[in-house]
């Protein structure tokens, strides 16, 4: 069982750089996300999915774009990196319960990015 | 708004030891609460969760209760081992059911032999 796989694991850019972190869930959940994590302040949303086709905004959004063209399927952009980019990454994907909900979310391992 | 708020840590503690780490929350109404560990080099994992006022969520000998009195979902553990060395993170969906979740900072906790 795959689960949410991140690539890459690992990137280190320099500022201005561009680059797409992808991730891919095998578990045909609706539902994605993307959350950075930094030091003390937990886990925040940037960008979520509630299905196909489809992208809002979180909670820091600003620098980052994403994209949903496969159910499978989502990438976070950087189109020009800044040090305060610097993070790790997670993407999770949730599925909504016979009961409606849908907040149990399973992640992947992480992208630890520096940017320099 | 909504917040989450976890103890300082690192939390360092002897196997076999009691371990409580402390949540507080802030929301509207009554939101989903949740515990996720996260393991060295790992994403982060459901350990349990409470979606309604005096919900006791339980998993692999860990245990919080949901209290909207005093709007907190403390974790607690009878007896820790080594292999409980984690983050803890207290998380929050708020009412609505939107599926988005609030982290509080994550406590992190070492068990020494």
């Known amino acids: 069982n795959a689960g949410v796989t991140q690539t890459p694991k690992f990137r280190v850019l320099k500022t201005g750089q561009s680059m797409t972190l992808l991730c891919a869930q095998d578990?045909?959940?609706?539902?994605m996300y993307w959350y950075r994590q930094d030091p003390g302040m937990g886990l925040r949303l940037i960008h979520y999915s509630v299905g196909e086709g489809t992208t809002a905004k979180g909670e820091v959004p600003d620098g980052y774009n994403v994209s949903r063209l496969k159910k499978q399927n989502f990438l976070l952009g950087l189109e020009s990196a800044a040090p305060s980019q610097t993070s790790v990454y997670f993407c999770?994907?949730?599925?909504?319960?016979?009961?409606?909900?849908?907040?149990?979310?399973?992640f992947g391992a992480g992208t630890r990015l520096s940017v320099l | 708004g909504n917040s989450v708020t976890q103890m300082e840590g690192p939390v360092t503690l002897s196997e076999e030891a009691f371990l409580t780490i402390n949540c507080t929350y802030t929301a509207t109404g009554y939101p989903s609460l949740f515990w996720y560990v996260q393991y060295p080099g790992e994403g982060l994992q459901l350990l349990l969760k409470?979606?309604?006022?005096?919900d006791k969520g339980s998993n692999k000998g860990f245990e919080a209760t949901y209290r909207k009195e005093t709007t907190s979902f403390h974790l607690e553990k009878g007896s820790v081992q080594v292999s409980d060395s984690a983050v803890y993170f207290c998380?929050?969906?708020?009412?609505?059911?939107?599926?988005?979740?609030?982290f509080g900072q994550g406590t992190t906790l070492q068990v020494k032999p």
């Open positions: 998380a929050l969906c708020p009412l609505g059911n939107t599926g988005k979740l609030i």
């Open positions: 578990m045909n959940h609706e539902y």
């Open positions: 999770a994907s949730s599925y909504r319960d016979s009961a409606g909900n849908k907040n149990i979310q399973y």
């Open positions: 409470a979606t309604k006022a005096d």
